[in-house]
């Protein structure tokens, strides 16, 4: 029979999922996610979490809860570090553990820490003990490493060429880039699972395209770019999605192509604090791109971020009129 690997649509669900899946796969398993976060995921999420948590956890838990009947193994990896000389934000590492703690009725866990942080072919040793709990057969896990390995390239190339990673993997992904010269293009920055899950952003990226706009987002800023603008800071960052999101945002804000920023941030995220304050300076300083900045937790309202979204554009539509000038 066929072990089934349930892998929860959250957190570094959109990063990953071509390496997790063709990695599982390869191993002869069968990958099983939970579906689009939704209001019942949301509820579920919140009374399994404690009240402190940032809603991408709080929705977390509940992509676990969802998914936990369907699997064998829920894959919940314990990050640590996910790129040489930097971590990840603590919350991930507990994770697995406030899982085990809240959620009950549970299959089996995996949750072999994913530490990168002395170099990246660590990676390689991790995998490998994943791979020895499903499969017996060395070399067909040593085979499904090497292949999530290309299928992570192929999976970054087309995402750094300018497609969105929730559009760039799985059936139906575009085969090329859009054409991006007629409309105005506004990047949205934040973390991966508060930017392409719709239900958590309220739909920011639809209502972006809905109005017209082609929307850039921080993954689609190659690593190289990223660490040219971040060398201009003072002290390292060693957050890699802080460091990853204050590049994008600085190589969007040089980018005349760019009509407008927009900043998506987690309420009491610690991180997102500090990150925000540094795009938001920098924002001001370069001073010819509107920006919004734009705080989510379970409280956010519909109309509130429908009203500011407006704003925006208008603000984006005056700019492009008057360069027009
Ligand atoms: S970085 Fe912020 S939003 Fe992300 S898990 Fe940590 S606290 Fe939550």
């Excluded at 209001?39 to 009240?51: E, F, P």
């Excluded at 990168?116 to 490493?145: H, T, V, W």
Aim: net charge positive.
């Amino acid at each position: 029979m066929t072990i089934k690997i349930g892998i929860p649509r959250s957190l570094l669900f959109y990063n990953f999922i071509p390496f997790w899946k063709t990695f599982f796969e390869g191993i002869g398993a069968e990958v099983v996610t939970s579906g689009r976060t939704n209001k019942a995921i949301l509820q579920d999420g919140l009374r399994l979490s404690v009240d402190e948590a940032c809603l991408p956890v709080k929705v977390a838990f509940g992509h676990v809860e969802h998914l936990k009947d369907r699997a064998d193994y829920i894959f919940i990896p314990r990050l640590v570090s996910v790129f040489p000389r930097e971590y990840i934000c603590p919350k991930f590492l507990g994770f697995p553990d406030m899982v085990r703690q809240n959620v009950r009725g549970l299959p089996g866990v995996i949750d072999t820490s994913i530490n990168m942080y002395r170099r990246e072919r660590d990676l390689y040793g991790q995998f490998f003990e994943i791979g020895s709990r499903i499969c017996g057969n060395p070399f067909k896990i040593a085979l499904a490493i090497k292949k999530a390995g290309e299928e992570m390239k192929r999976f970054t190339a087309r995402v750094e060429s300018g497609l969105r990673p929730d559009r760039a993997y799985g059936p139906g992904s575009p085969e090329e880039t859009p054409d991006r010269r007629k409309n105005a293009t506004v990047a949205v920055l934040g973390h991966p699972y508060n930017i392409y899950d719709s239900f958590i952003n309220i739909s920011l990226l639809k209502r972006l395209e809905d109005a017209g706009i082609n929307v850039l987002t921080t993954d689609n800023v190659p690593e190289k770019e990223v660490n040219y603008y971040v060398s201009s800071l003072n002290k390292k960052l060693f957050w890699t999605l802080g460091r990853r999101m204050v590049g994008a945002a600085y190589h969007f804000l040089e980018s005349p192509g760019i009509s407008g920023i927009i900043h998506v941030a987690s309420f009491a995220c610690g991180p997102d604090s500090m990150t925000g304050e540094l795009i938001e300076r920098r924002a001001r300083r370069t001073g010819d791109k509107p920006y919004l900045s734009l705080t989510l937790d379970e409280h956010t309202g519909e109309a509130g971020i429908v009203t500011r979204i407006e704003a925006f554009l208008d603000m984006v539509g005056m700019n492009r009129q008057s360069a027009r000038c």
